[in-house]
C-alpha cells in the first residue's frame, strides 16, 4: 500500500492554521449577559449578530438566578446569553447591551477562550470582523 503523502499546498493550509489558532485563541471571548425574558434575550441576541458584535448568541432559558438587589436576596427566572465574540469588541458590545437591556444593572462577564478548533475562532473572527464596502 503506497503512503500519501500531504501536498505543498495541503501542508502551507495547516501550517497556516496551525499559526492562526493561537491568536484566534487570544483573540476570541465568551460574553455572558442574562435577561428577564425569553423575547428580549431574542432581541438583544438577534442585534448583536446582526450588527457583527457578535458571530454567534446561545440562548439558554429557563434558568433560575439568585441574586442579592438593594439589600434583599431576589430569584428570578432569566434567560442566559451565551455570546461569541472579538476582545477588542467587548467595549462596543457592553455599550449596545446597556442600550438595549430592561435592567438598570445588566450582567456582562468576559470570560478568554484559552482553546478551540482553529476553524471555529476562524469563523468566529470572521464573522465578526466589520464588513468592506463593495468595489
Known amino acids: 500500500m503506497k503512503r500519501r503523502t500531504p501536498t505543498k499546498r495541503a501542508r502551507a493550509a495547516r501550517t497556516r492554521q496551525a499559526r492562526r489558532a493561537p491568536t484566534a485563541g487570544r483573540d476570541a471571548v465568551v460574553a455572558l449577559s442574562t ?8 432581541r438583544i ?49 457592553g455599550a449596545r447591551v446597556q442600550e438595549l437591556h430592561s435592567y438598570d444593572v445588566p450582567e456582562l462577564v468576559v470570560l478568554p477562550i484559552v482553546a478551540g478548533a482553529a476553524s471555529y475562532l476562524a469563523w468566529l473572527l470572521g464573522e465578526t470582523r466589520p464588513e468592506r464596502a463593495p468595489r
Do not use: F, H, M
Open 45 to 93: 441576541a438577534t442585534a448583536l449578530v446582526d450588527e457583527r458584535l457578535a458571530a454567534c448568541v446561545n440562548l439558554v432559558a429557563p434558568l433560575t438566578s439568585i441574586y442579592r438587589w438593594q439589600g434583599a436576596v431576589e430569584r428570578a427566572e432569566e434567560t442566559l446569553l451565551v455570546i461569541k465574540t472579538r476582545r477588542a469588541l467587548v467595549p462596543r458590545l
Open 35 to 42: 435577561a428577564g425574558s425569553r423575547g428580549e434575550a431574542e
